[in-house]
């Protein structure tokens, strides 16, 4: 069975994380893409039908996939109307903004028979599979101690709509919902938050810097996010009762992507800078031992490749309705302790059937 896909945007995010991924998938065909850059889109894909409204794309009988990657006050409205059209949704994250809206599309998706996802592609970051390898395996012992972070050097405000007053705006709602869906994925829920979101670039008009604090049983967790690190990012730094784990520099895939290398090439990503791991391994607490590992290949297409399994009845979507629910109940309550300053329960159950 072939997979009939409708993209809803040709920005950034459909243009490099959406596109070359339903190319790149055997078992998908793009059919129609809603834009007002027709040329740009006819480009990559000549074959396609460009439309201008995205309801062309939900009422199409040929089409069983909608990808909808446009601004995030919009999320809502059309993955309900896709939905409710008999379409199975890809959204974008940040998915939506309440936990009523994201609960009220897992239902309707219930309702309907459909797959509802939310694209958290960097759950298959390489960085994030080898961590959750360490973990599992227990190599290094118990996780104690995690930072996980995705800092940038943007000094100045920037006139894009991501940086504009508005429903899900500023770098908490684009960055947080990466770094705390990725320990939902390995953890499940904590047991309370504790955040500070602010904004610190002088005329910026969203928030641009936040730090998130999770509690488990026995283990911290840390998020963050600055727009002032002009040095190398220590995108994880994981520490372990048997030695440590840290990791420099972001996973190379969407570089690589942005430089126009796509996913089907064989050095793919090798045009762009590769992480550095290094693992240090504690023989007892004087004798510590170090070592250069290589990068672990992530793959962003194997979301696409677990989600057309989930669309055709093979398998389980790759994010959970479940969890999708709880991102957004986290990012709500994060915001929520950041407001009053306070250390805040987790304390929710996603209302699905």
């Given at each position: 069975?072939?997979?009939?896909v409708?993209?809803?945007?040709?920005?950034?995010s459909?243009?490099?994380f959406?596109?070359?991924?339903?190319?790149n998938?055997p078992?998908?065909?793009?059919?129609?893409?809603?834009?007002?850059?027709?040329?740009?889109?006819?480009?990559?894909?000549?074959?396609?039908?460009?439309?201008?409204?995205a309801?062309?794309?939900?009422?199409?009988?040929d089409?069983d996939?909608?990808v909808?990657?446009?601004p995030?006050?919009?999320?809502?409205?059309?993955?309900?109307?896709?939905?409710?059209?008999?379409?199975h949704?890809?959204l974008?994250?940040?998915?939506?903004?309440?936990?009523?809206?994201?609960?009220?599309?897992?239902?309707?998706?219930?309702?309907?028979?459909?797959?509802?996802c939310?694209?958290?592609?960097?759950?298959?970051?390489?960085?994030l599979?080898?961590?959750?390898?360490?973990?599992?395996?227990?190599?290094?012992?118990e996780?104690?101690?995690?930072?996980?972070?995705?800092?940038?050097?943007?000094?100045?405000?920037?006139?894009?709509?991501?940086?504009?007053?508005?429903?899900?705006?500023?770098?908490?709602?684009?960055?947080?919902?990466?770094?705390?869906?990725q320990?939902?994925?390995?953890?499940?829920?904590?047991?309370?938050?504790?955040?500070?979101?602010?904004?610190?670039?002088?005329?910026?008009?969203?928030?641009?810097?936040?730090?998130?604090?999770?509690?488990y049983?026995?283990?911290?967790?840390?998020?963050?996010?600055?727009?002032?690190?002009?040095?190398?990012?220590?995108?994880?730094?994981?520490?372990?009762?048997q030695?440590?784990w840290?990791?420099?520099?972001?996973?190379?895939?969407?570089?690589?992507?942005?430089?126009?290398?796509?996913p089907?090439?064989?050095?793919?990503?090798?045009q762009?800078?590769?992480?550095r791991?290094?693992?240090?391994?504690?023989?007892?607490?004087?004798?510590?031992?170090?070592?250069q590992?290589p990068?672990t290949?992530?793959?962003?297409?194997?979301?696409?490749?677990?989600?057309?399994?989930a669309?055709?009845?093979?398998?389980k979507?790759p994010?959970?309705?479940?969890?999708?629910?709880?991102?957004?109940?986290?990012?709500?309550?994060?915001?929520?302790?950041?407001?009053?300053?306070?250390?805040?329960?987790?304390?929710?159950?996603p209302k699905?059937?």
């Open positions: 069975m072939t997979i009939r409708g993209l809803v945007g040709f920005g950034l459909g243009r490099v959406h596109a070359p991924f339903v190319i998938d078992d998908m065909e793009m059919m129609y893409v809603c834009s007002s850059k027709v040329d740009e889109v006819k480009t990559v894909l000549p074959d396609v039908t460009v439309v201008s409204t309801e062309a794309i939900f009422s199409a009988s089409v996939l909608v909808i990657t446009t995030n006050e919009l999320h809502f409205t059309q993955a309900k109307q896709a939905l409710e059209s008999g379409k949704v890809l974008e994250k940040p998915s939506v903004t309440s936990v009523c809206q994201i609960e009220s599309l897992c239902a309707l998706a219930q309702q309907q028979g459909l797959i509802f939310v694209y958290q592609n960097r759950r298959f970051d390489g960085d599979l080898r961590l959750k390898a360490l973990i599992d395996g227990a190599e290094l012992g996780l104690k101690h995690l930072d996980s972070r995705f800092d940038r050097f943007r000094p100045l405000a920037q006139a894009r709509w991501r940086e504009e007053p508005g429903v899900g705006t500023g770098i908490f709602w684009d960055l947080a919902p990466h770094l705390l869906d320990i939902l994925f390995l953890f499940g829920p904590p047991k309370w938050l504790h955040a500070s979101i602010d904004s610190l670039r002088e005329g910026s008009q969203t928030h641009d810097w936040f730090e998130l604090e999770l509690g049983d026995g283990q911290r967790i840390r998020l963050a996010s600055t727009p002032f690190e002009a040095g190398e990012m220590r995108r994880f730094n994981a520490r372990f009762t030695g440590s840290q990791c420099v520099g972001l996973d190379p895939q969407e570089e690589a992507l942005r430089a126009g290398q796509m089907w090439q064989s050095e793919f990503p090798s762009a800078a590769q992480q791991n290094t693992r240090f391994v504690a023989h007892t607490q004087n004798d510590i031992e170090t070592f590992e990068a290949q992530g793959d962003y297409a194997a979301f696409y490749r677990q989600l057309g399994n669309i055709i009845g093979k398998g979507a994010v959970p309705m479940a969890q999708a629910c709880q991102l957004i109940y986290g990012l709500c309550l994060a915001e929520q302790s950041a407001e009053t300053g306070q250390r805040v329960a987790w304390d929710y159950t699905l059937a």
